[in-house]
C-alpha cells in the first residue's frame, strides 16, 4: 500500500514536471552564418544582434510558451552553401527546428531547397526557414516556398522605393548605374533601368555597367567616366571595398550629386567616408536609427552598444525576425512548425524601428516601411564605427512594395 | 580631349605607384633570384603601419617611419629567414616569401580585423588642385606623382653615380667575383632587400589612403608587380619605370573607354548572330573593355615573353 501511493505520488510529479515543461519550454533556433573566414566580421555581428534581441524583446519579457527561452546556437557555414547544408543537417540533429540565414542569396538559395525537400521527406520532423537578409528577387518568387520567411526587403523593392524617392526630384535628369559583374549587380541594374524608364521619362541613363568584382585597383577611370557623363545621380550595389573604392573615386573626381547604395555603411565603410561622404552617399535600406523613432528603440539600441561598443545595430530588421517568430510560437502555441508558419503567415507586427511589418501570406516576404537615409554627422543620435557619421532618413516609403507582383506559387501542407 | 588627358595623368599616378613596387622587386629578384612573393605584403604593411602612427601623430612623421620600420623588417627577414633558405636552392626560397605572404596577411587581419580602415589623406593635400572639364584631380595625386619622380631620381643617382651602386651592379652579375674583391655580399644582398621592402612600404604609406588600406590590398596589387618586372626586363630600373607606366596607362584607358567587342567585331568584318541570347559566343560578343581590362596587363605579359623574353630594357634571358 505504501509502496502503490508512493509510485502514485511519484508518477503525480513526474506528471506535472512534464506538464510544467510543456508549458515552458525552451525554443532553440540554429543561426548558420560565416562565424570564420573572410566574412567572419559579418556574422559576428549578425549572431550579436540575434543573441540581443532574443534577450531582450523577448527572453527578458517573459520569453514564449510561458517562460520559454529563445536560444540562438551558431553554426559556422564559412559562407560557403555546401557547408550550409552540413551545417544545417547538424542542427536538424540536434533537434532545432529553426533555422536563421542571411549572408548570401547564394546560401540561402541551397537552404530553401534542402529544407523544402526535407521537410517533404521527413513530415514528422519539419523546419522553419528564417532568412534576415539575402535579398535575391527569386527567393520569394520562383523559387519561393511555405517555409521560408524573407524579413529585409528584396532588391526589387527596395529599387521599387528608391526609385519613387528619385522620380520626385526633377534636377536628376542623368543617371548612372554602376556595380559589381556578378548576379547581385545585374539584378540591381535591371531592376533601376525598368523602374527608371517607367517612373521617370524625363530621365535619361548616360550609364550602365559592370565592373570585375574585388579586381579593380583603382575605381578613378569609372569615376571620370560618370563625371563626362553629367551624371547627376549614381546608384549602386556595390559592396565591402569595392564600394569604398568606387564612393572615394567619384567624390574625388569632384562629384557633388547623390550616390545610392545598398550597402554603404556600418563594418569600417562609415568611418571611411568620413566628411567626404558627406550628405553625397545614401543609402536604401529598412530600420530607422537616426532620429530615433521612440524612447523604446533609443533604450533598445543603447543598450546593445553598451554590450558591444564596437560593433552596431547593422541589420536592424532582425528584431523584427525575433519579436514575429516569437509571436508565432505563442500564438502556435507549441513547436509545431506547420502552426508557427501558419501562425506568421500574414502577421502584422509594430516594429520597433517605427511603422509596421507585414508578412506577405502569398510570397512570405516581409512588407515595410523603406526608408533612404544619407550618410551625414548632423543630428545623429546613433552613430556607426563610432565615428561620429551614421545614417539619418531623409525620406520614407511606406509599407513599399506592398503590391508588388510576385510570380509565388506556393504549395501549403494540407 | 580632355577626358584623355586627365586619364593620362590617373595613369601616370598609376604607373608610378607600381613603379615603386616594381623597382623594389625588380632589383631584388635579378641581385639574389629570389621572387619575392611577399613583396607587395610589404607595400600592406607600409599602409597600416602608416594608418597607426597617423593616429597618434599625423600623416607626415608616418611618411618617414613606416618606410624605416618595414625596410629594417625586411632586413631582419632577410638575415634571418632568407638567408638561411638560400642555401637550399631557388624553391624552398619561393616556399618560403610564399608562406611569408600569407603569414603577413593573417597577423594584419589580426591585428587590425578584416574591415577597411579609415586612413585619409592629410587634410593639408585633401582638396582639388586643379579640374579639367569639370573633373577635378586632388593634390594628393599630384603629391604622389613627385614622391616617385623623386624616388626615381635618387635610385638612379644611388645605382650609376656612387660607389655602392657601382658595388651593387656588379654584384648583380659577378656576385662571386665581387666578393673576391672584399666586397661583403651578402650586406649588399641585405641592404638591397631592405631598401627594396622599404620602398615597397612607402609606396604603400602613400596609396593607403587614396587606394584604401584593407587585408586584400596586397593581393589585388601584387599580381601585377610580377607582370611588370618580366615586361619591363629583369634588374632594369628604366625597364621598371617603362613597363609600370604602360601598364597603368593600360589599366586607366582600357577601364575609361566602353568600347563592345560587338563594334570591334563587326569593324574587322564579323556579323553579329541574329540571336544574341542562344549564341554559343555570347559572352565574346557582349563583352565590353572595362570587363576584360584587368586581364590585359596578362595578355601584354605573355606577348612579351613570346617575342623579347628579357623584357622591354632587360639585357638577360628570364
Known amino acids: 500500500m505504501r509502496k502503490t501511493t508512493s509510485i502514485l505520488f511519484a508518477g503525480l510529479i513526474a506528471g506535472v514536471s512534464v506538464f510544467g515543461a510543456a508549458q515552458a519550454q525552451d525554443v532553440k533556433i540554429a543561426f548558420i552564418d560565416p562565424l570564420s573566414g573572410p566574412f567572419a566580421g559579418t556574422g559576428t555581428q549578425g549572431l550579436a544582434e540575434w543573441r540581443y534581441a532574443a534577450d531582450q524583446l523577448v527572453n527578458s519579457k517573459g520569453g514564449v510558451l510561458g517562460g520559454g527561452k529563445l536560444e540562438i546556437v551558431p553554426f559556422d557555414n564559412k559562407i560557403s552553401a555546401k557547408e550550409s547544408l552540413i551545417q544545417l543537417q547538424v542542427a536538424i540533429d540536434q533537434g532545432i527546428r529553426i533555422i536563421a540565414q542571411g549572408n548570401s542569396s547564394g546560401v540561402a538559395n541551397a537552404l530553401t531547397d534542402a529544407i523544402e525537400k526535407h521537410n517533404k521527406r521527413n513530415p514528422d520532423k519539419h523546419v522553419l526557414f528564417i532568412n534576415y537578409s539575402a535579398v535575391d528577387p527569386a527567393l520569394t518568387n520562383d523559387k519561393c516556398n511555405f517555409w521560408h520567411f524573407r524579413f529585409d526587403a528584396n532588391a526589387d523593392i527596395k529599387m521599387d522605393a528608391l526609385t519613387d524617392v528619385m522620380m520626385k526630384d526633377a534636377s536628376l535628369k542623368k543617371v548612372y548605374i554602376i556595380g559589381q559583374d556578378y548576379s547581385f549587380g545585374k539584378a540591381v541594374a535591371a531592376a533601376a533601368v525598368a523602374n527608371i524608364s517607367k517612373k521617370m521619362p524625363n530621365t535619361t541613363i548616360v550609364g550602365n555597367e559592370l565592373h570585375p568584382i574585388g579586381k579593380v585597383k583603382d575605381f578613378t577611370p569609372y569615376a571620370r567616366k560618370i563625371m563626362a557623363a553629367g551624371t547627376d545621380a549614381v546608384i549602386t550595389g556595390n559592396w565591402g571595398t569595392d564600394m569604398v573604392g568606387l564612393g572615394k573615386a567619384v567624390i574625388q573626381a569632384g562629384y557633388k550629386g547623390p550616390i545610392y547604395t545598398y550597402y554603404a555603411a556600418t563594418t569600417g565603410i562609415t568611418k571611411t567616408f568620413g566628411a567626404e561622404g558627406k550628405d553625397v552617399i545614401r543609402l536604401v535600406g529598412e530600420g530607422q536609427l537616426n532620429p530615433p523613432v521612440s524612447k523604446r528603440a533609443a533604450d533598445y539600441v543603447s543598450g546593445y552598444k553598451a554590450k558591444h561598443p564596437d560593433f552596431d545595430i547593422t541589420q536592424p530588421r532582425i528584431a523584427n525576425a525575433v519579436e514575429m517568430l516569437a509571436k508565432g510560437i505563442n500564438k502556435a502555441g507549441g513547436t509545431d512548425i506547420v502552426k508557427i508558419a501558419t501562425a506568421l503567415e500574414g502577421m502584422q507586427h509594430a516594429s520597433i524601428w517605427g511603422g509596421n511589418v507585414t508578412m506577405r501570406a502569398k510570397d512570405h516576404q516581409a512588407i515595410q516601411d523603406i526608408h533612404i537615409e544619407v550618410h551625414t554627422n548632423d543630428k545623429i543620435t546613433f552613430d556607426f564605427d563610432n565615428s561620429s557619421y551614421g545614417l539619418y532618413v531623409e525620406s520614407t516609403i511606406k509599407d513599399a512594395g506592398m503590391n508588388s507582383p510576385t510570380s509565388c506559387k506556393m504549395t501549403r501542407p494540407s | ?318
Not at chain 2, 604609406?205 to 607582370?227: C, K, N, R, Y
Not at chain 2, 601598364?247 to 548572330?273: E, Q
Open chain 2, 1 to 318: 580631349m580632355e577626358l584623355v588627358i586627365i586619364n593620362l595623368l590617373d595613369g601616370l599616378v598609376m604607373g608610378l605607384l607600381l613603379f615603386m613596387l616594381s623597382s623594389g622587386l625588380t632589383l631584388i629578384f635579378s641581385m639574389m633570384g629570389v621572387l619575392n612573393f611577399a613583396h607587395a605584403s610589404f607595400y600592406m604593411l607600409g599602409a597600416y603601419f602608416g594608418y597607426q602612427i597617423s593616429q597618434y601623430v599625423g600623416f607626415w612623421p608616418g611618411l618617414i617611419i613606416a618606410p624605416v620600420l618595414v625596410g629594417c623588417g625586411g632586413a631582419l627577414i632577410e638575415r634571418y629567414g632568407l638567408r638561411r633558405v638560400h642555401k637550399f636552392g631557388h624553391v624552398p626560397e619561393l616556399i618560403f616569401t610564399f608562406g611569408l605572404a600569407l603569414l603577413i596577411e593573417e597577423v594584419v587581419q589580426f591585428i587590425w580585423g578584416k574591415s577597411q580602415m579609415a586612413y585619409d589623406e592629410p587634410a593639408v593635400l585633401n582638396f582639388a588642385l586643379f579640374s579639367i572639364g569639370g573633373n577635378e584631380f586632388p593634390a594628393y595625386k599630384v603629391f604622389m606623382i613627385f614622391i616617385a619622380v623623386g624616388i626615381f631620381l635618387v635610385l638612379l643617382y644611388i645605382l650609376t653615380r656612387t660607389r655602392v651602386g657601382l658595388v651593387i651592379q656588379a654584384a648583380l652579375s659577378y656576385p662571386d667575383t665581387v666578393q673576391n674583391l672584399g666586397h661583403n655580399v651578402p650586406l649588399v644582398f641585405m641592404g638591397v632587400f631592405g631598401v627594396g621592402t622599404a620602398l615597397a612600404g612607402l609606396a604603400g604609406v602613400i596609396a593607403g589612403p587614396s587606394l584604401g588600406t584593407f587585408p586584400g590590398m596586397a593581393f589585388l596589387l601584387g599580381s601585377i608587380v610580377f607582370v611588370t618586372i618580366v615586361v619591363g626586363g629583369l634588374g632594369s630600373l628604366w625597364g621598371a619605370l617603362l613597363a609600370s607606366l604602360l601598364i597603368g596607362w593600360l589599366l586607366t584607358f582600357a577601364a575609361s573607354y566602353n568600347v563592345h567587342m560587338s563594334d570591334v567585331l563587326t569593324a574587322i568584318g564579323f556579323t553579329p548572330p541574329e540571336d544574341m541570347a542562344e549564341h554559343f559566343l555570347r559572352d565574346l560578343w557582349t563583352l565590353t573593355m572595362p570587363q576584360i581590362g584587368p586581364i590585359l596587363p596578362y595578355i601584354l605579359m605573355v606577348l612579351i615573353l613570346i617575342v623579347r623574353p628579357r623584357g622591354l630594357m632587360g639585357k638577360r634571358e628570364v
